[in-house]
């Protein structure tokens, strides 16, 4: 016997965890299939990276009532400073003279996860499948068929509307038969910690060099969480460095704007690749975050899109649940 529900999501991470919180006043039938739990030290979306949130995000996780959770947790950016390694000069923008509370805010993806998943403990017609997968996405006219593996073995899912919040490689995509546009950037973004010698006054920098841009985000305890952006042909001989190696590296790109930099943390390598899907719908199916576009970090932008894609869909079912449109 299979499930009946109006929504199934594909994707628990930080897309579709967050169009669970946008749905809960609709009080519609949902499943959530996440494979990996949010708290894992495998899961690939509230991993140990920090997320840099634009203010039209913040107002959106206001409206979904999210931003009141994560608010303790994020440091907000007042000063961006953008330079060009070699050249002199440089770009300031200031929140005070914008007279703006904020530029954006730093959040760690693993505190945004925890608080993202204690708030589904208060949906009553939430149904959560994790870790589960999805093995197959079956749309016909009137409803799409899922079939999901679970500790609990396989089972079937009925729903008015899927949405393939599943990131990347999106197996919900494939199966309802939107192709996507790949870019290799032939770069890979090392993502760690460092402290630097002199306190970051909540500035976020940004700096462009040949071998690609560094950024530096502000985070509370004085430490910055380091984005730096390297050719696919160095990044393994830079993740193989020393912790002094890294850091002088890190000191030649950047320069001593702060100071000596005197700690680093773990680093992680992500591959980069610009990725785009060609619909962002399909039979019965919403494409939304990394599923339907995935792009470069350098700006910080793929998850305040993907949360315009959440707060978009969001609204087209309210309108659809206020005109009392269940199809
Ligand atoms: C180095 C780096 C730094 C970044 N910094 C920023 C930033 O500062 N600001 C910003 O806005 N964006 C940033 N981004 C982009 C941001 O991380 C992504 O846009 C965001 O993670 C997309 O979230 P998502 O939920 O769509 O996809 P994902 O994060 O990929 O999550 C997908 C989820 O689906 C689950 N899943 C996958 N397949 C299945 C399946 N078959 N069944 C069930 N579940 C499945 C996965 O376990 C995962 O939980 C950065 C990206 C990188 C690589």
């Not at 299979?2 to 609709?26: H, Y």
């Not at 998850?303 to 309108?319: K, Q, T």
Request: charge should be neutral.
């Amino acid at each position: 016997m299979s499930e009946q529900v109006d929504i199934a999501i594909v994707g628990g991470g930080m897309v579709g965890a967050s169009l669970v919180a946008a749905l809960r006043p609709l009080r519609l039938r949902i499943a959530l299939i996440e494979a990996v739990p949010h708290d894992s030290q495998a899961q690939p979306s509230f991993d140990e990276r920090t997320t840099a949130l634009s203010n039209g995000s913040r107002r959106i996780l206001e409206t979904i009532g999210v931003w009141q959770e994560v608010a303790p947790a994020a440091t907000t950016i007042r000063r961006i400073h953008v330079s060009d390694r070699g050249r002199c000069g440089f770009a300031r923008v200031d929140a005070a003279e914008l007279g703006l509370p904020g530029l954006g805010y730093v959040l760690s993806n693993r505190a945004f996860g925890a608080a993202l998943w204690a708030g589904m403990g208060r949906d009553p017609t939430l149904r959560v499948y994790c870790p589960a997968t999805v093995l197959g996405v079956v749309p016909s006219a009137g409803s799409v068929a899922l079939r999901i593996a679970d500790s609990g073995g396989e089972r079937r899912i009925e729903a008015g509307l899927v949405v393939a919040a599943d990131g990347v490689h999106s197996v919900v995509r494939e199966a309802v038969g939107v192709a996507i546009e790949t870019r290799d950037y032939g770069q890979s973004a090392i993502i760690t910690t460092v402290l630097p010698q002199r306190f970051h006054d909540q500035v976020a920098f940004e700096r462009f060099a040949e071998s690609g841009p560094l950024a530096l985000l502000p985070l509370a305890d004085g430490r910055c969480t380091l984005v730096l952006t390297v050719s696919t042909a160095e990044v393994e001989s830079i993740m193989a460095m020393s912790d002094a190696d890294f850091l002088a590296e890190v000191q030649d790109r950047f320069g001593y704007r702060l100071g000596r930099f005197l700690k680093v943390g773990r680093r992680f390598a992500y591959p980069l690749a610009l990725t785009q899907a060609r619909g962002l719908s399909g039979a019965r199916c919403a494409i939304i975050g990394n599923a339907a576009q995935s792009l470069h970090p350098v700006a910080g932008m793929g998850f305040n899109l993907g949360l315009r894609d959440v707060a978009s869909l969001a609204e087209l079912l309210a309108e659809r649940c206020a005109v009392g449109d269940s199809s």
